[in-house]
Nanobody
Framework: QDHFAESGGGLVQPGSSLRLSCEAQ????????IGWFRQVPGKEREGVACLASESDGSTVYSNRVKGRFTISKNKHYNMAYLEMENLKIEDTGVYSC????????????????WGQGTQVTVSS
């Protein structure tokens, strides 16, 4: 069961920007920690960016995307976002958003609800 409807992926050139969106389905996103993960064939999911619940507000970014990606949410629309700037070829992958009741290290095992993912391809 997909708990999110994701959108915003596509094929872009290096240096471009994209905004990924995911809408939570069947639960209130604001009650959970939120994360965006990237997966490429043959590798485990990589935690790209995570956002704590509103009472905490802290964020965790992988070193690879720090300064280029921004995670956010809109509780009124029950949606989460990932703004990606200055995209690089190595950012290519399937990006999924996730939600869970706990987040410490921004790893996939901490998250319960997942979307199917949206493909981001960065190529010249």
């Amino acid at each position: 069961q997909d708990h999110f409807a994701e959108s915003g992926g596509g094929l872009v050139q290096p240096g471009s920007s994209l905004r990924l969106s995911c809408e939570a389905q069947g639960f209130i996103l604001d009650y959970y920690y939120i994360g965006w993960f990237r997966q490429v064939p043959g590798k485990e999911r990589e935690g790209v960016a995570c956002l704590a619940s509103e009472s905490d507000g802290s964020t965790v970014y992988s070193n690879r995307v720090k300064g280029r990606f921004t995670i956010s949410k809109n509780k009124h629309y029950n949606m989460a976002y990932l703004e990606m700037e200055n995209l690089k070829i190595e950012d290519t992958g399937v990006y999924s958003c996730a939600a869970g009741p706990f987040m410490k290290d921004c790893i996939a095992a901490e998250f319960t609800y997942w979307g199917q993912g949206t493909q981001v391809t960065v190529s010249s």
